[in-house]
């Protein structure tokens, strides 16, 4: 459609690129749910940076410190040096998440990637347990370099790895057998016999709410059954909430409502506010057995996100109004999604807090969803282990109106391509 | 000196910082090559964000482009959508950069740290060769994640990953042997022999000069001969280019003056130009074997670092104005720096363009030294296998009389230290 | 008890060594079931070599053959060299063993032991499908080299290894969940979920009763089943039957009664006939991609084995009474053990053909009951991932009497321990 | 040339098969020096079982003790259950072995292949020493299964595997530069270095000579420089004798001449004596960290191998005739190469004892050496990376006039090829 203007990423963008495939044409400007492309049209955004702009597109109160720090000349590249921006951003966190939450964890700044949390969550569990094994769990998604591929599901990503990808094994995640046995049959099972061929692990990772893997419910019980038989065996319990957290599924972390305490948390994504690069982990002081600059990175210092996270903290986070109005908005989607499955043959639907999916019986049907929505100006993507599913991650300061306009769009397009 | 106010640091930031151990003082702003800190005292940077500012700190320039753009609520998170920052950017490189150097490379946007663009790199060499072993050099370090990892050679870091690194294997980096063998002579000699137990490799994996290891040069005649003997035993030939590109050699790409052409580049540090994250994989067009998101990243599209990086090209590397200065300028530092040697007994020196190493027999002199320039308004930092080089990496646009303070700082420090 | 004469043992060798620590006495000469120690103590053999010495020890009609094969200066070391006592076996093999049960294997001769025949079909297995894992089931025992190792269950002899064993996953036996799942629910759906994170695999390897693992069955369904999801996945099925084939469950290969046919089967223990190392792997033809040499092995040319193999083969297996006789000897075993089971409570039994199982709820009954038995005659060994089971492998060619006289020990050293 | 009596070979054995294809015939009996075929063709065995018939083949005196063995009904099939013939092997090897040298070893009875005494050792190093990494060096052959084959050059033989060989580096043995480089230059150095890359190795695996690997020597200096490095580093020396050992190169132990004592020895091939399978690993009392049973092997106790083993060691090691013979024959051996390799161009020799090889600068005419000697009634292999060198490894037994008879052969041989 655009065909004329696409030259240049024709040219020399390598092949791997992707989303601008799904949405070919090109982007100028943001703001809030919306995105505009060169030709004046705009885009209802119902997936947020793959969950990255929780707050929306240049949030205005983070984007007014975000420019005052810039041009205040603040440190831009820190490293780890501590810096006042570090400083008020380590209060934050310590005053505004953990303490309330009765949370006991030590901070550390990995470089400002999903994936680099996820090497660094790895090679402690692997340091502080002394042992190599990692159980992951079926459809996780936790990134692609090769530590973090490694206890990463899916079979394309994995073969792109080039080498056997070791020391992980997958587990079947909640409602793998669609209830049909009991919880953690197979891995309680595997784990108390010393015969069974499965070394004992360091840690286990787990997504609750699997975002990339089809938007796969873990429920609260069962997370709980999980921290516990973590916690009976030394094995060692890592939360990726690099999608999942910063208030996705209501509260600020995916796990409030299980009620467990990992032992590790792994932060990015949404973390920075404005979708500038940054990740932390999340470690109980006893696990803090790094060696001084063990685990490094250049841009683990990224002190403009770090003044854009410390605003976002505080300006959502200090109160639950954020929380449950993300909770509002998602019965809002849940009750739109069900009159749509309800509608449909072949369409189902699932979801918490505002992360939802639209699952097509035919995996075709929703690809074909997302192409027909974006050119009525929505946008989505699939996920799932066959692109099954149409998934919603829309900013969580979403408006209603704007909501149900995606909504409709949404409607509007699964009519049109199931019908 | 300054505990009273470290508190939260200590408090709640992981065991594994470091740098901010060894600068203890907590940094508020900056400006081209200097720091300052909450007393208002100011620091001479001679390290430039282990190299991600090549052009100095909150360079004026691109500042007003970066400040410009978010201001005007230009598309901040991006992932691999097309925008119009990303069509700039690919324009400027192709114009600037690869076209006025006879270079053909596809363009790929890998997470924004620099280990992420070796993990593409490493990667892409695997699926396009079908072999998994990577040489990597003596010294060498090329990051955290654990595909980088494995090619990296510090004891400390490579033990971290708490799990075995395969499929790459050490070979001497130049001058590992102080020109006792004929360069090559082992390496050749195992790539030829079907019986040595090397597997065939995939890739080679070189930096021109290695920072982290001590500021080790590799002569052009010694990488001419690595890309033939790569050349003509069908082995990718990779060039990490994180820390060395971007003009710190004098040259934008660190292997220009070695006249060869490798087959995938990384870069990142200075790549954007303002030290926001962010990296590129350059490779040859033949080897764009990669399936649309076969490796991906969240943050992969950071426009507000694409608006700089495309500045930077624009402004610094439409001419040789930069490239003429650093030579220069390098030569000014390595003429203070041979002073310093020729004066000091145990002390020697080794550098290109604008990175030096100042190298002491006793190494434990080296972080003294270090310590000492500190207390005096110098930052550097040490590197080497056992940390005896005080490694200079000034930004590119740093002025002579403020390069002539820093070396005038570091003279008396070492005096102070040695005598 | 003979503590005076095992000096030589205790001085110099190895701690490894294991059975002697068991049965305490010196062992001179051997008879069909029985053995022999210095102090002129017979011991009635239910043991039987670990099931490599399923024709009784040092059986005449092989020990004649053997003799005369040495006294006229027959080849006794051959690599694979062709000779007359290979001809007359491969012919043997062919006639007797292949054409009647209507197989078509081409036949391997490996190293001499049960560890080097499945370190060869791990490697065609991933010659042939180009893949790497192997799955394995729990508690599953094919050996201790590195390779065989990998593909074990027990965690004391995998911790061995000393570096982690990987390229390999178990998955869950038959009976593992006592039937409270559906056949193969987690194997065939992780098989089949593209994004599960388990790679495809190149092979199964199974055992259709483990030995070691405690005398675990497979049923024939089971088997079938597993047969068939492998053959629809193009995934190879190897039958590791060192311990279980020629003749311990019935019939010469224990997969026959399940009517399947494994693309690749192990042989090793009893088809040398006398005791001495021997192993064959047995591979479909079209699975035959093996390079000369590709694998080889010192020993692989055992010729006086190849003479005692050929001459068992013809003996016993011509007809089908051993195959009768050995079910009905199992039935007498079942009977005599299931009346324990009936008598004593915490004691259940479970085998086939003449191997059978005596299970302790406590497991430290079970080394108690052989450590008794020992004392009164009797040799058997525990196994299970606990040592929980009494494990019965009597020599096929046991005398009724004989194996009445054992289980009567047996039965008495049970009501000596458990009550 | 008997193509019509091979059938059965050609029709079910596994193309894996090598020797018969070199040597096209069947073969029947053989005694010392000698291999007679069905047509009643004798063929002078310059090959020895690859090493493993030092004393002949069919030795009288050893045949005699093993028929009298078998007849008497001695323990066949044994495990480590202690019996007589081990208990008198052990003495001999304490009295007639290690006392007289001056060793204190404890002995390990591994599965009965040298490819199995190496996997044993090899994870003994990494048991005592808590490391993975095995150095071994170019061109060395330590067997196929997974463990032994991560240690050995061979690309062809390593590519087998099917998986990725790891835990392992080659390093240059003796002579790989020709001298021109200081022993062990590039080993220290990335050994001492803590930024090489390399880990910090359990072990280092050597042959004194390199049999399959072309009969490369190892220096007596060069040795010791080896055992000194290792010693001085805490990394375990293994010295794999299972070619070179059982008086191959004159003395017992073929590291004898270099005055070192190893960590660990494997020994195998020839150790039994008769050409029956047995392997041995001796230890040094202080790594003995072996838990009962860690490392088993069903073949474990051949005791008929001990008793061959044992009368082998006392008729043949209680004095120093044996010794003095194989170097007085090797010295024979020497001078009739030194004469082909003076008189035809592209031909030269190097040896040690009785191992020698001629090594052709064109490599295919070694292989048509052989082939021409096999038709003219001499058994002679190749080895070496490209199967340039004509192996030589005639029964230690052998008469001066068969020697002088096959190296007629060999030498009309050359003749007929180079000329």
Chains 1, 2, 3, 4 share one sequence.
Not at 55 to 82: C, E, F, Q, R, V
């Amino acid at each position: 459609m655009i065909a004329a203007e696409t030259t240049i990423f024709d040219e020399i963008e390598s092949n791997v690129r992707g989303y601008c495939r799904s949405w070919p044409t090109i982007f100028t400007t943001a703001q809030g749910a919306w995105l505009r492309d060169e030709a004046g049209r705009d885009f209802l955004d119902f997936f947020a940076g793959a969950g990255a702009l929780n707050y929306g597109h240049n949030n205005p109160i983070l984007k007014s410190a975000l420019i005052d720090y810039i041009a205040g000349d603040g440190i831009t590249h820190g490293l780890d040096m501590s810096t006042v921006a570090k400083r008020k951003l380590l209060e934050t966190v310590r005053d505004t998440l953990l303490a309330p939450r009765g949370l006991d964890y030590k901070v550390q700044f990995p470089g400002p990637t999903g994936a680099n949390a996820v090497e660094a969550a790895l090679k402690l569990a692997r340091k502080v347990t002394g042992r190599q094994t990692i159980l992951s769990f079926t459809n996780a998604f936790h990134g692609m370099t090769l530590g973090a591929l490694s206890v990463t599901g899916n079979a394309m990503k994995r073969a792109g790895a080039g080498v056997p990808l070791n020391h992980a094994t997958p587990m079947p995640y909640d409602g793998y057998f669609d209830g049909t046995t009991t919880d953690f049959l197979w891995m309680e099972r595997v784990l108390d016999d010393s015969s069974s061929g499965l070394d004992r692990p360091a840690a286990v990772i787990v997504e609750t709410v699997q975002g990339e893997g089809g938007v796969n419910l873990a429920r609260d019980e069962w997370l709980r059954h999980l921290a516990s038989l973590c916690a009976a065996r030394g094995i060692l319990l890592i939360v990726d909430d690099v999608q999942m957290g910063c208030g996705r599924t209501g509260p600020f972390f995916s796990f409030e409502s299980a009620g467990i305490t990992p032992d590790i948390v792994t932060l990015s994504k949404s973390i920075g506010g404005y979708g500038l690069p940054m990740a932390l982990v999340l470690l109980k002081p006893e696990h803090d057995v790094w060696s001084p600059g063990e685990h490094n990175g250049t841009f683990r210092g990224n002190n403009p996100s770090f003044v854009t996270a410390q605003v976002a903290l505080e300006h959502y986070w200090s109160d639950d109004v954020l929380e449950k109005s993300t909770l509002a908005k998602g019965k809002r989607v849940a009750t739109a999604l069900e009159e749509i499955a309800v509608a449909v043959p072949g369409v189902s639907t699932r979801g918490r807090g505002l992360v939802h999916g639209l699952v097509f019986d035919d995996a075709s049907q929703a690809g074909k969803v997302c192409q027909v929505a974006f050119e009525r100006g929505l946008l989505t993507e699939t996920s799932g282990a066959s692109d099954e599913v149409v998934k919603l991650l829309p900013p969580l300061t979403i408006a209603d109106d704007e909501l149900d306009q995606g909504l409709h769009i949404l409607s509007d397009s699964v009519e049109t391509v199931c019908s």
